[in-house]
């Protein structure tokens, strides 16, 4: 054993191995031990580390004289060494056929949805109608922002959200009801950096009031299961919602410049 | 309690009361919408959900290690805060909320009910440890399942549909289900086989489920009958939750194969693909309690036909008398109700599988629910009172027009589930608004189910986003050749390789290769040149028996 841990051949076949066990489950899975959060490395990134580990190898293995040989000699004892005969003919019917499983893997017909690019936030329009009447989205303001009305805009956004947004967009707003499941895409989650913290007020509104439907082409409206919600609620309903959104997720909308 | 008496009015809160102020704003934000602000269960959203959000007023829970009737342990509340109760819309704050803010609310909840502060608090049962799952203890089981007639409510298959189905109400009198015993996934306490256990012992206090360990203790039962059962139990659902996949994969078989009846043993071969239904909450009237979670999809073709064997399982086969009562409890207590007030009725069962009228090019297709006036969906309709199924054309859940024409369709209900075959020619009767299935590219396919017994109908159902269904081709030849040609390729490389390597051992004095006898092999030489020289001589590959020149 410990002839082994001193051959460099072995040596590089650790190292390698080793690499590669931290790299495609160490990096997701360690850190969370920790407490901190991680994700799984894609395969292109893999591929990358492991040719840089592959290299950094060589290097190690040839830059000097004797260990260059010791490193090369298990190779060649397999290659000539009559003792090795049975591994010899093990490998050259192994290594051809691990080849022709991975072609075979490359070239077999897939089962795969054809991919699906979709904005999710595209772009708005500069007008919408709700109820009959017409509105200009850029300046528009949530009438909730107004002094002394915040308490009333939370009130009623809380009992419409509960009531209507809540299943598929969760009790805690990180888009995980419990109907989410069921939709694709995903409903999206309402809190954190990315979602309607990038968002004007009035772009929420539209958002909430023409529901997938409403939305252009890039949006993928033909898949969304937000509904037109102008159709259940009145323009004071969902300028509370969208109020209350905000105030629950403890977020703030993108305002409009100064002019 | 005493320290916090003799402060005056308007002084510093205690450390207790501090943490119940905390409490209290945490569970005002996040619970009271739900659970009510006075823990009530009557919250705004209370009234969209079944089972109803708790009321911790009544000190009743039903995820416990103590035994049936008594209050829970801190640690039990506890769970089912961090962990939520699957099968139902609790969900769980461990990742949402801080330790400190969860056991606050903890001590908040149990502020609704007046005996938490006065009772001690119990000890927990004495679970033990499984014993071994083995054949012999799931058949000891299962007898016992049917000894103390557990398949009153979940049925003798376990998909609870049991005989008192249509009367059972939890203790505020709201309609309840029987567990569905082979979706373990949706047990509100857990689907380990520990878990079912401790439910069996304890009880789930507030519903239907009595606890057994009065009886345990009293003789009746012993606990390894418990936990025979609890492994029969777990033995009727999966291993695995079903995992979801976008795309159904229809099989080809020969000419003439495709199955034409549902229990045809060809099915049995055929992979199952589990499609999630939810509940239909975007088209009024919308319905927020639909019966149906899901359908396993089966599919095969023959390059003529194709059909589609679809299982999904359903308390009853619609219209039966007996659910009436069901129905008209159920339409009581369901919010909201939207258009014209809705009656019990005798209501067939109903299933739908839908299709855009045309494979689109990219993307884009109908809109999911049915479509649209601009762009209209192609389905299959079937209904439990009619034979055959129809095709159809809608453009939206609420215009739907039948087009001519029929499709094949078997249907059977047993035991709890429901199983349909659809068939039909890849090429339509007649192309006007009916899909040409084509073979080797992803097509659209989505379903709608009704569970009449549940009052469903029209929008009133469940529905499932789109996916695709890929009817299999012939693989091309270059599917099988490229393998061949690779190993060839790598094969002959390697022999190449190994014949050049020895060649160069000889030609360096070695001469040792394809020596039969390892003893007169002499050690290999450390100082010979690896690189650069061809040896030159003619020696073949590793075994030729020639020596070397």
């Not at chain 1, 895409?185 to 309402?190: I, V």
């Not at chain 2, 609310?105 to 609704?112: A, E, G, L, R, W």
């Not at chain 2, 429901?418 to 339509?428: D, G, M």
Request: glycine share 10%.
């Amino acid at each position: 054993m410990r002839d082994y841990l001193r051959h460099p051949f072995w040596q590089a076949i650790a190292v390698f191995v080793a690499s590669y066990v931290l790299i495609k489950w160490g990096i997701p899975y360690i850190p969370p031990l920790l407490g901190f959060s991680s994700a799984m490395v894609p395969s292109s990134v893999i591929i990358q580390y492991m040719l840089t580990v592959g290299v950094g190898i060589l290097v190690w293995v040839s830059d000097n004289e004797a260990r260059w040989k010791r490193f090369k000699e298990p190779i060649r004892n397999l290659l000539v060494r009559p003792e090795r005969r049975r591994a010899r003919r093990v490998f050259l019917v192994l290594v051809p056929l691990l080849m022709a499983f991975v072609t075979y893997d490359a070239v077999r017909p897939k089962v795969t949805a054809p991919a699906g690019l979709r904005s999710v936030h595209p772009a708005n329009p500069t007008s919408i109608t709700v109820n009959g009447e017409s509105l200009v989205l850029e300046g528009l303001e949530n009438p909730f922002r107004e002094e002394g009305r915040e308490e009333e805009g939370y009130e009623l956004g809380l009992e419409i959200y509960y009531q209507n947004c809540m299943p598929c967009h969760g009790d805690y707003l990180d888009g995980q009801g419990h109907y989410a499941h069921g939709y694709n895409p995903l409903p999206l989650p309402l809190r954190g950096g990315g979602t309607i913290a990038q968002l004007t007020e009035s772009y929420v509104f539209w958002r909430i009031a023409k529901g997938g439907p409403g939305l252009p082409r890039e949006g993928a409206p033909w898949n969304s299961a937000m509904p037109a919600w102008e159709a259940f609620l009145t323009p004071e309903e969902m300028w509370a919602v969208t109020f209350f959104l905000y105030q629950q997720a403890g977020i703030s909308p993108r305002t409009w410049d100064e002019h | 309690m005493a320290g916090l008496l003799v402060l005056p009015n308007g002084g510093p809160l205690t450390a207790q009361e501090a943490d119940l102020e905390r409490g209290r704003e945490v569970y005002d934000r996040w619970c009271a919408s739900c659970h009510g602000v006075e823990g009530d269960g009557l919250g705004p959203a209370a009234g969209y959900m079944l089972p109803r959000p708790r009321d911790f007023t009544r000190g009743l829970y039903q995820i416990r290690t103590t035994a049936g009737g008594e209050i829970p342990t801190d640690d039990d509340i506890m769970r089912m805060i961090d962990e939520g109760m699957p099968g139902t819309t609790m969900p769980g704050w461990q990742d949402q909320l801080s330790r400190r803010d969860r056991e606050a609310v903890k001590d908040y909840i149990k502020s609704f009910y007046a005996p938490f502060e006065t009772m001690a608090e119990p000890e927990p049962l004495d679970f033990g440890r499984a014993p071994r799952a083995t054949a012999e203890r799931i058949e000891e089981g299962r007898i016992f399942y049917d000894s103390i007639e557990c398949w009153q409510c979940h049925g003798d298959t376990g998909r609870g549909y049991g005989s008192s189905g249509p009367e059972l109400e939890d203790d505020r009198g709201y309609p309840i289900r029987a567990v569905d015993l082979t979706k373990n996934w949706k047990f509100n306490g857990g689907g380990s086989v520990e878990e079912i256990y401790r439910r069996l012992r304890t009880g789930m206090d507030g519903t239907p489920m009595p606890a057994f360990s009065d009886l345990v203790d009293a003789g009746f039962m012993t606990d390894d009958q418990l936990w025979n059962l609890a492994h029969f139990v777990r033995s009727l659902a999966p291993d695995d939750r079903p995992r979801v996949r976008e795309v159904i994969r229809a099989d080809k078989v020969e000419p003439g194969q495709v199955p034409r009846t549902v229990g045809d043993e060809t099915w049995e071969e055929v992979e199952k693909f589990f499609i999630p239904l939810v509940a239909q909450i975007i088209i009024l009237p919308r319905w927020f309690d639909p019966a149906v979670d899901g359908v396993w999809v089966q599919a095969l073709h023959d390059g003529e036909e194709i059909a589609l064997r679809l299982t999904w399982h359903d308390r009853s086969q619609s219209p039966d008398p007996a659910w009436m009562q069901w129905q008209e409890r159920v339409l009581e207590v369901m919010e909201p109700v939207e258009g014209d007030p809705v009656e019990p009725d005798p209501r067939p069962d109903r299933f739908a599988v839908q299709f855009p009228p045309v494979i689109p090019d990219g993307m884009e297709r109908p809109y999911f629910l049915m479509g649209n006036s601009e762009r209209p969906v192609y389905l299959w309709q079937w209904q439990s009172d009619r034979d055959g199924a129809e095709p159809a054309r809608a453009r939206g859940m609420l215009d739907v027009e039948t087009l001519s024409g029929s499709i094949e369709a078997d249907a059977q209900w047993e035991a709890g589930r429901w199983q349909l075959v659809l068939r039909r020619n890849l090429e339509p009767s007649d192309s006007e608004g009916r899909l040409h299935f084509e073979t080797g590219t992803p097509i659209p396919i989505a379903f709608f189910a009704w569970d009449g017994d549940n009052a469903e109908e029209g929008p009133r159902g469940s529905v499932s986003s789109w996916f695709f269904i890929y009817l299999s081709e012939d693989p091309p030849p270059s599917t099988y050749v490229a393998p061949v040609v690779a190993f060839l390729l790598t094969g002959g490389l390697g022999l190449v390789v190994v014949a050049r390597a020895q060649r160069r051992e000889r030609a360096l004095g070695g001469g040792t290769t394809g020596d039969p006898d390892p003893a007169v092999h002499p050690p290999p030489h450390d100082d010979h040149r690896d690189d650069g020289a061809d040896g030159g001589g003619d020696s073949g590959p590793e075994d030729d028996p020639r020596p070397p020149p």
